[in-house]
């Protein structure tokens, strides 16, 4: 069974800075692609970064230049940096793992508030 735990959400004024982990129990991250997908109320979910098994990093365009995504293999955790935040990233943050066909697994999401 796989399990996704996120961390690292807060409440931060426009223009600072989080880091949010992820922690994978049940498989290791390294061998598929794990993403960070985001939602905010009244609106759609919106993937935001995408980190492939062979390192492809892909970046939503509300995101690019801003956030960044990474793995630390050796402790099986998935990072987002997020700088420069802006109202608009307010949003309930999940890291989810890519399976063969679709999103498979999902955490149960960390809250990021900016004013």
């Known amino acids: 069974h796989v399990q996704l735990v996120e961390s690292g959400g807060g409440s931060v004024e426009a223009g600072g800075s989080l880091r949010l982990s992820c922690t994978a129990s049940g498989a290791k991250m390294e061998q598929n692609c794990m993403a960070w997908f985001r939602q905010a109320p009244g609106k759609e979910r919106e993937g935001v970064a995408l980190l492939s098994a062979n390192d492809y990093i892909f970046y939503g365009d509300a995101v690019t230049g801003r956030f960044s995504i990474s793995r630390d293999n050796a402790k099986n955790t998935l990072y987002l940096e997020l700088n420069s935040l802006k109202t608009e990233d307010t949003a309930m943050y999940y890291c989810?793992?890519?399976?063969?066909?679709?999103?498979?697994?999902w955490g149960q999401g960390t809250q990021v508030t900016v004013s």
């Open positions: 989810v793992r890519g399976g063969e066909s679709h999103f498979d697994y």
